[in-house]
């Protein structure tokens, strides 16, 4: 990785968790509704993983916060306009901010069922092989959801038809308030990737240049005609499932335990030891993402609600 | 014009808009080395190449959401599924995905897939020989077309195959060697939304889907022996739904009977009924009548399933009823 790449990365992860901060700031006001899941503590796998990621790529990301669209350069106003259910946003407030969408970029959307996303993405794998193309779809997914009977078929799916996949699991630790070792018989999510005869990685999803080399691999992979990877990120859900969540399923002692792991510092540390980020730059970069969300928030409370009869548009083609 | 079968019918459209566009794929459990379990894709593989026609594994949640991710991503994939009754096995994919991902995502995308479903009692059992469109109807975002006879087998099938919609296709499995004439034109198309007039008549309005439609012919042929003339329509497309033509047909006759396939309650005949309560009350002289499948599985012995199963003699009776 180098220099350019480490800072964009970061300057995407301080933008995705200042943006949630201020998304839960704006929910807890009763300024928008809406639900968020929010990633807090996951942003440096999906900052650098999409960081991977050719523009004419596919996306299927996963529920778990905002990073995935910051770091797809997906403008934040159109992100807060879904969230609050007004015009200006992607989807016209037909999806809220679980359906952000954007064309443009091969955000193809979002599954409101957990799993969903596995056969889609197997599609979008389809459709670059049939057309001969050398794209890739890179498909997001938490712990919880590689227990869907869809991620079997499509893993295997994808391995018969050597489909340019790359499934990205994000394990962290819970889904909503089951543990995964109660919820999956394997340690490692990685090691079902046996079962389909593919990769099977498991990277520190905190870290991520591990991440973004391991994203990068299985990419080449998928591109050269190989066939599908799973790599499983381990990390954790530093806040709730949702905003507002009681959060009364874990101890404090855990949670306050995995936030001395919390990535952002981490990478802080580290790139300043290399001598690629100093304090001047990161209270300028701080700084940048405030003044950016600023502005899309101030965008957001100045767009109208969608017309009610809206809601008959869009069914059909 | 030709005369063909309704397999036939099915074939040359799959075949024609293969060659027409190159963005149109086929892919299912046992189509392309065997050619279908129905022998309706036979060849097709040979002709087009692994790329484009292929099998898959008995995985439908994963195939049938794979060509909803296809279309989204500029294929036209024709999906088939061995029975219509395996849609159950893909609810996510046929309701939630190819229904609901363009409403969800504000329209964002276009969603141009065609699920091939084989519908109809044919001695199979409760699970290999339902109609199960009204399901379907009842959820936003799908088109449905169950054709009758050949020429509309193909004309629908390439419309569907053109429309930019996800479009469940109801081919019944007894009616595929039904023959019938159709014309040689390349562009014949069946407009999804259109019914037809199978038989002109002012006594009664029998309406009639799928395999139920020759069945309703030949009540037609009984009944005008006896002196009553009945009209046969035949919707052809469940959604769109034709409404103005049931109405008009209505308001000349005056009396209705449904004859379908499906279940009792809840099925096209209880929603007709529920549209004719609003558009049409004043015209009815006689109350509607339904021939349906009593709120059965359908059983497997010949002797059970004809049974449960709408003949010509259920739907006979039910119009003399009316015509009485």
């Known amino acids: 990785m180098d220099r350019s790449l480490k800072l964009q990365i970061y300057r995407n992860m301080i933008l995705s968790r200042r ?29 650098a993983a999409i960081a991977a990621l050719r523009r004419d790529d596919y996306l299927l990301y996963a529920h778990r916060g905002v990073a995935y669209w910051v770091a797809r350069g997906i403008p934040l106003e159109k992100v807060l306009c879904d969230l609050a259910g007004r015009e200006g946003g992607t989807n016209r407030g ?68 050597k489909l340019p996949v790359v499934f990205l699991c994000e394990n ?31 990277v520190d999803g905190n870290d991520p240049e591990q991440v973004y080399d391991a994203v990068v691999e299985a990419l080449k992979r998928a591109r050269s005609g190989e066939g599908p990877s799973l790599i499983e990120a381990k990390t954790y859900r530093l806040w709730g499932h949702w905003i507002g969540d009681p959060d009364s399923y874990r101890s404090r002692e855990e949670v306050e335990k995995h936030w001395r792991h919390d990535p952002i510092p981490a990478f802080e540390e580290k790139l300043a030891k290399e001598g690629v980020l100093t304090d001047s730059m990161r209270s300028e970069i701080d700084a940048e993402a405030r003044a950016k969300i600023d502005r899309a928030v101030e965008f957001m409370q100045k767009q109208p609600s969608p017309r009610p009869d809206s809601a008959l548009e869009d069914v059909f083609a | 014009m030709r005369t063909i079968t309704y397999a036939q019918g099915i074939k040359e459209a799959l075949v024609e808009e293969m060659r027409r566009d ?20 036979s060849g097709l593989k040979e002709e087009f190449g692994e790329n484009r026609v292929f099998d898959t594994p008995i995985s439908e949640n994963a195939f049938v959401g794979a060509g909803v991710g296809a279309a989204l991503t500029g294929l036209r994939p024709v999906v088939e599924l061995q029975f219509a009754d395996f849609l159950f096995t893909t609810g996510d994919e046929i309701v939630l995905k190819a229904g609901m991902w363009r409403y969800g995502h504000g329209g964002a995308y276009k969603i141009p897939l065609v699920v091939r479903c084989p519908s109809g009692a044919a001695g199979v059992g409760p699970e290999h020989g339902q109609c199960p469109e009204a ?76 395999a139920m439609v020759p069945k309703a012919l030949a009540v037609a042929d009984r009944l005008a022996k006896e002196g009553h003339h009945i009209e046969v329509i035949d919707p052809r497309s469940l959604c769109p739904f034709d409404r103005p033509a049931i109405v008009e ?32 009350l004043e015209y009815l002289d006689r109350p509607l009548r339904r021939v349906a499948i009593p709120d059965v599985p359908i059983p497997t012995a010949t002797v059970l399933e004809q049974f449960v199963i709408p003949n010509e003699e259920k739907i006979y009776q039910a119009c003399r009823e009316l015509l009485a």
């Open chain 2, 22 to 41: 190159p963005t149109v794929i086929l892919y299912g459990e046992d189509v392309a080395n065997f050619g279908g379990i129905f022998r309706i894709t």
């Open chain 1, 19 to 47: 943006l949630e901060e201020r998304i839960a700031e704006l929910i807890k006001a009763g300024q928008v509704g809406g639900f968020m899941h929010p990633g807090v503590g996951q942003e440096a796998l999906q900052c």
């Open chain 2, 135 to 210: 399901f379907f109807m009842h959820t936003p975002g799908l088109k449905i077309v169950s054709p009758s006879n050949p020429a509309d087998a193909k004309g629908l099938l390439k419309a569907a195959i053109r429309d930019d919609n996800p479009v469940l296709y109801f081919e019944h499995k007894l009616l595929y060697a039904a023959k019938g004439e159709i014309s040689d034109d390349p562009d014949y198309l069946v407009p999804l939304g259109k019914a037809a007039i199978a038989r002109e008549g002012d006594a009664l309005t029998l309406v009639a889907i799928s």
């Open chain 2, 249 to 280: 047909s209505v308001k000349k006759t005056g009396k209705i009977v449904v004859a379908e396939e499906s279940y009792r309650t809840l099925g096209v005949g209880a929603e007709i009924g529920a549209m004719l309560m609003e558009e049409a």
């Open chain 1, 94 to 161: 037909k999806g809220g901010v679980m359906r952000v969408v954007y064309p443009e970029l091969g955000v193809l959307g979002e599954s409101g069922t957990l799993g969903g996303c596995f056969p889609i993405a197997t599609g979008a794998g389809l459709s670059i092989k049939v057309k001969g193309g050398d794209q890739a779809v890179l498909c997001f997914f938490g712990d919880g959801t590689s227990n869907r009977g869809t991620f079997h078929e499509s893993m295997n799916l994808c391995a018969v038809r």
């Open chain 1, 172 to 202: 962290n630790g819970w889904a909503v308030s089951m543990p995964t070792e109660r919820s999956t018989a394997v340690r490692d999510i990685a090691d079902r990737a046996k079962g389909y005869a593919v990769p099977g990685k498991v």
